[in-house]
């Protein structure tokens, strides 16, 4: 089992940093219109930098002048069991256990991209297609 975050970055534009505990780091993915619980809902999820472990716990602001700099929140947090695939192969099934994200998403590389990813929820009875995303800061 692995630890999980969605941080709520408020920085130039507001985007969702979805980030999962493998391989010691937080692989993350900047996913500018957040998750979603619909599965009709393909959201764009670009792979950046991984992240230490402990900035899973992370909500602050990152001073002007900084890459990133804005308010940052945690949107949602919890564990997560990788079911199948890695980033090399360029997918991923993911079981998440948070207060906002529950059951299985994959992650899958669009064809031809090196970062671009999408998100998406699997039909399963955590799924619901009436979500819609609200900020922690409004």
């Known amino acids: 089992m692995s630890v999980f975050v969605v941080h709520e970055h408020h920085a130039k534009r507001l ?18 219109k957040g998750p979603s619980m619909n599965p009709a809902d393909k959201r764009l999820a670009v792979l950046v930098d991984d992240h230490p472990l402990d900035y899973a716990g ?7 002048g900084n890459y990133g700099a804005g308010d940052v929140f945690i949107w949602d947090k919890g564990t997560c069991v990788i079911k199948g ?3 090399t192969s360029g997918k991923l099934e993911v079981v998440f256990k948070g207060r906002k994200l529950n059951g299985m ?17 699997k039909t ?9 995303i609200k900020t922690v800061k409004t």
Do not use: Y
């Open 15 to 32: 985007h969702f940093d979805l980030r999962i505990e493998m391989d010691g780091v937080l692989k993350s993915w900047a996913v500018p």
């Open 58 to 64: 992370f909500e602050g602001k990152i001073p002007e």
């Open 124 to 132: 399963d009875e955590f799924a619901d297609r009436n979500f819609l």
């Open 85 to 87: 695939g890695n980033i």
């Open 105 to 121: 998403f994959v992650l899958t590389r669009m064809s031809g991209k090196d970062k671009d990813w999408l998100l998406i929820k």
